[in-house]
């Protein structure tokens, strides 16, 4: 093991490495010995010159990155350990060579004890997108490690971190292939297909994170009629019509996700009462005659920062008071939050207002979250990023 960087906690400031929180502020940092460059390995210790912890510098507000909290060499024997464990948990979730679901996250950062890497599997493609310099600069491992785990079976490894790293330092990220040149596929979630864009599409292509919240909205959708704003490729409304639903409008203010919608419904029917709308939410909301049985809000995050959470608080509040005036009686309601900076309580008390003065009555049936291939590390809350309510409005 070579010397390594050493950074010194103030007095006090080490109670939240004590709890194993994977992230150290520079406000915590007293002094570093050794002159680290961003995404250098780095150990932690306390005031007392007592070991901590050890994992990935970069110059920010979140200084490190924590790996592992006992004094480990990290190397490309850790990397396999690390992502092995991420892949046989995938595995017993029945994720991994599955006919039904040929898409999952098999990383999700924190979640996976692996801070500032997110690895999406698209039925033989994946798609990495890097947050912190530490992890960026060891591709390559991560890359062996894949084809280890996986073997043949990849065709494409697609990095998609130009616009998630912070462009410090040496480092100047672009959007690459570091196996193969494919940009899309088709995959299956719950026996539907679904056209995939990594290049093109937001995120690393699709919102895998809502698959278990779409399968619940298909239980719910038969005869009704069905809005599904902010759409981007139609997931929702794809379930929504193998559930039933009398007719379905899918929204988005994006002409390319209203394109995605269509070519995601014609996938999968023949003949459907579908319409595909490139309009901004709160205008379609406030000029539309119909009364839709069942509503689907599932908007970008409103608030990346805390210093944006009350502009945040007061959008979702306005957004679903639109829905509770609209919904016909009977309707349900599926609204959802991806902001991190946004806790379950604040978006629940902002749907409340909503619900107060649009005057309805308002019942809570199901409580919602990220599926369990976006696992939450216990000590890290802040990975409990999506937030959901069924509602049953009368």
């Keep these: 093991m ?32 050794g002159t680290p460059a961003e995404g250098d ?23 490190i990155r924590i790996l592992e909290f006992c004094n480990k060499e990290i190397n490309d024997s850790f990397w396999f350990e690390k992502i092995s464990e991420a892949y046989k948990l995938r595995k017993t979730l029945g994720l991994i060579d599955s006919d039904h679901t040929t898409v999952y996250r098999l990383v999700n950062a924190e979640g996976d ?30 890359l062996s490690v894949l084809q280890k785990l996986y073997g043949e079976k990849i065709t494409v490894l697609y990095d998609k971190s130009e616009n998630t790293l912070p462009f410090k330092g040496s480092v100047q990220p672009k959007n690459e292939f570091l196996l193969g040149n494919r940009k899309s596929t088709v995959v299956i979630e719950n026996g539907l297909k679904f056209n995939i ?21 298909m239980k719910y959708s038969n005869n009704r009629s069905v809005l599904n704003m902010f759409c981007y490729t139609g997931g929702f409304s794809v379930y929504a019509v193998q559930g039933g639903a009398k007719l379905v409008h899918s929204v988005d203010s994006s002409a390319k996700a209203i394109d995605l919608v269509n070519q995601n419904i014609n996938l999968n ?27 689907i809000l599932d908007p970008p995050a409103f608030a990346k920062h805390q210093n944006v959470l009350h502009n945040a608080l007061q959008g979702y509040k306005r957004l679903n008071q639109k829905a509770f005036e609209q919904i016909g009686s009977e ?44 696992p939450v590390n216990l000590y890290h809350p802040e990975g409990e990023y999506l937030k959901g309510l069924v509602l049953y409005v009368s």
């Excluded at 390995?41 to 200084?63: C, M, P, R, S, W």
């Excluded at 890097?130 to 390559?140: P, T």
């Excluded at 290049?199 to 399968?215: A, L, P, Y």
């Design 197 to 217: 864009d990594w290049v093109d599409g937001q995120k690393t292509g699709f919102f895998i994170d809502q698959r278990e919240n779409r399968h619940l909205l």
């Design 269 to 295: 029917y023949t003949d459907t009462d579908h319409k595909a709308i490139v309009d901004d939410a709160f205008a379609y909301m406030e000029g539309t005659r119909n009364r839709y049985d069942l509503i």
């Design 2 to 33: 070579g010397k390594r960087s050493r950074a010194i906690l103030k007095s006090g400031k080490d109670q939240s490495v004590m709890r194993r929180h994977p992230w150290i502020f520079s406000g915590a940092i007293k002094k570093i010995y």
């Design 41 to 63: 390995i780095i150990e932690v210790y306390n005031n007392k010159d007592e070991f901590l912890a050890v994992g990935h510098y970069q110059i920010g507000t979140i200084t």
């Design 331 to 374: 309707g349900l309601l599926f609204t959802f939050s991806c902001s991190q900076s946004v806790s379950k309580e604040n978006f629940r008390k902002s749907v409340f207002a909503a619900a107060a003065n649009a005057k309805r009555n308002v019942r809570i049936l199901h409580q919602l979250t990220q599926p369990s291939d976006h």
């Design 113 to 142: 004890n692996l801070p500032g890497l997110i690895i999406d599997w698209y039925d033989g493609n994946i798609v990495m997108q890097i947050h912190s310099i530490g992890m960026y600069k060891v591709r390559k491992s991560i």
